[in-house]
Structures are given as C-alpha cells and as structure tokens.
C-alpha cells in the first residue's frame, strides 16, 4: 500500500508570505496528526483529525496555521503569514481508526522561512 | 508538562558491541512506542508496548517498559553499521481526546562504526 504522501518535500519563503502542506494520508486510515520539529528541539504534536473533524488542536502554535481535512481524506496545513520562528519540519502521520499502536508518518515537508 | 528524556543524546561505538537507550519521564504514559528515523526521512514505527513491565524482542532490539509505566528502555545486542540512525521515543498519553498526542524525546543518535 502507498505511504502517507507529504508534499512539497521542500520550501522556501520570505517572511510575511503563505505557505500551504498537503498530507495525503494511508487510503482508509481515519486519524490524521500533524507534528512539526523545529531545530535542535523535539518533534511536537500539532493537531489529529479523525476523519474531517478536528479531535485535538491543542498544539497549534498560533492563529497564523490553520488546519483542514475536507472530505476526510488529505489535509493542509496553511500558514499565514509565515514568520522566522516557523521553520522546521512539518511531519504528517496517519493511522486506522481504532489504533493505539503507533503511526505511520510521512517524510515531512522542511519549511524553512527568510 | 509532560517531559520525555531520552539519552545518551549521541552514541558512537564499534561493530559488535552492546548498547542501551533510555527514555525517562516523571509522567505515566498509556503507551511508549520507539521509531527510527533516518535522514530526510520521517520517523519509522519500531515497537509499541502499552503494559507495565513488558518486554518486546524484534531481532536484536529488545524493548522494555518501565513497571509504572513512566520510563522505557532500548537494548541492541551485538549493533551492526546498518543500525546506525536516529533512535525516538515517543509516549502515548492517557485520556480520551488525547490519545493521538504523541511526546516525543529528543532522540538519540547512533553511529556504529565497522
């Protein structure tokens, strides 16, 4: 079976500018998480949808991500407008709906903002 | 805040040798899962063990977790150069609605020389 697909594997942006992450989940795994590793620091939760709704965002930083699951199939993750402290590397991670044995991650997406 | 220490952070040995990770907390975790992370890669799920005082062998890898459920060990026997990566754990918390919020640790880097 195909993987959790992570998209770009790479950015590049200017302070100030949007960036939007796609994440396309394991075909049939209902929870969604995204992670996020900022250099030199550990990887830490942002947010799990199970399906299209929002289970836990506890972990988004601040009002500038905002996090979407239309559909309940791939998800974004926007952020507007990107400031310097946002580079790191954006893991997504899926799993079946019922699991508590561990994810699947994808290979991230590395943000870097200048 | 829910902390997990991992250590050492990097460890650097000959092919052959024995080694041990550790990952401690002072919080209870309803799951410790271990992943491995190579470079431009996300992390790869390893083992999860959710009882106190279990013991998982996957090969050479043996896994503990703590009887109170607070901390967790990783045991390679006899490392070869292909076990050379980044070695996380990461805690599962307790509690509905939280479940998918994963703490990791920081990681431990492991280098086996042949």
Same mark, same amino acid.
């Given at each position: =079976?195909? #993987?959790?697909?992570?998209?770009?594997?790479?950015?590049?942006?200017?302070? +100030?500018?949007?960036? *939007? &992450?796609?994440?396309?989940?394991?075909?049939?795994?209902?929870?969604?998480?995204?992670?996020?590793?900022?250099?030199?620091?550990?990887?830490?939760?942002?947010?799990?949808?199970?399906?299209?709704?929002?289970?836990? =965002?506890? #972990?988004?930083?601040?009002?500038?991500?905002?996090?979407?699951?239309?559909? +309940?199939?791939?998800? *974004? &993750?926007?952020?507007?407008?990107?400031?310097?402290?946002?580079?790191?590397?954006?893991?997504?991670?899926?799993?079946?709906?019922?699991?508590?044995?561990?994810?699947?991650?994808?290979?991230?997406?590395?943000?870097?903002?200048? | 805040?829910?902390?997990?220490?991992?250590?050492?952070?990097?460890?650097?040995?000959?092919?052959?040798?024995?080694?041990?990770?550790?990952?401690?907390?002072?919080?209870?975790?309803?799951?410790?899962?271990?992943?491995?992370?190579?470079?431009?890669?996300?992390?790869?799920?390893?083992?999860?063990?959710?009882?106190?005082?279990?013991?998982?062998?996957?090969?050479?890898?043996?896994?503990?977790?703590?009887?109170?459920?607070?901390?967790?060990?990783?045991?390679?026997?006899?490392?070869?150069?292909?076990?050379?990566?980044?070695?996380?754990?990461?805690?599962?918390?307790?509690?509905?609605?939280?479940?998918?919020?994963?703490?990791?640790?920081?990681?431990?880097?492991?280098?086996?020389?042949?």
């Amino acid at each position: =079976e195909a #993987g959790v697909t992570q998209f770009p594997s790479h950015s590049v942006i200017e302070k +100030g500018q949007t960036v *939007t &992450l796609r994440c396309d989940p394991i075909s049939g795994h209902d929870n969604l998480y995204w992670y996020r590793r900022v250099m030199g620091k550990e990887i830490k939760f942002l947010l799990h949808f199970v399906k299209e709704s929002k289970q836990d =965002e506890s #972990g988004m930083p601040n009002n500038r991500f905002l996090a979407e699951r239309t559909g +309940g199939t791939y998800s *974004t &993750l926007k952020v507007q407008p990107a400031e310097l402290e946002d580079s790191g590397v954006y893991f997504c991670a899926s799993s079946p709906i019922s699991s508590g044995q561990g994810y699947t991650f994808g290979s991230g997406t590395r943000l870097t903002v200048v | 805040t829910q902390l997990l220490e991992q250590s050492p952070q990097f460890l650097s040995i000959q092919e052959g040798e024995n080694l041990t990770v550790y990952c401690n907390s002072s919080s209870v975790f309803s799951s410790l899962q271990w992943y491995r992370q190579e470079p431009g890669e996300g992390p790869v799920l390893l083992v999860t063990v959710v009882t106190g005082g279990e013991v998982k062998k996957l090969k050479r890898l043996t896994f503990q977790f703590g009887d109170a459920r607070k901390d967790s060990s990783l045991h390679i026997t006899a490392a070869q150069p292909g076990d050379t990566g980044l070695y996380l754990c990461a805690g599962g918390r307790a509690g509905r609605g939280s479940q998918g919020n994963l703490i990791f640790g920081k990681g431990t880097k492991l280098s086996v020389k042949p």
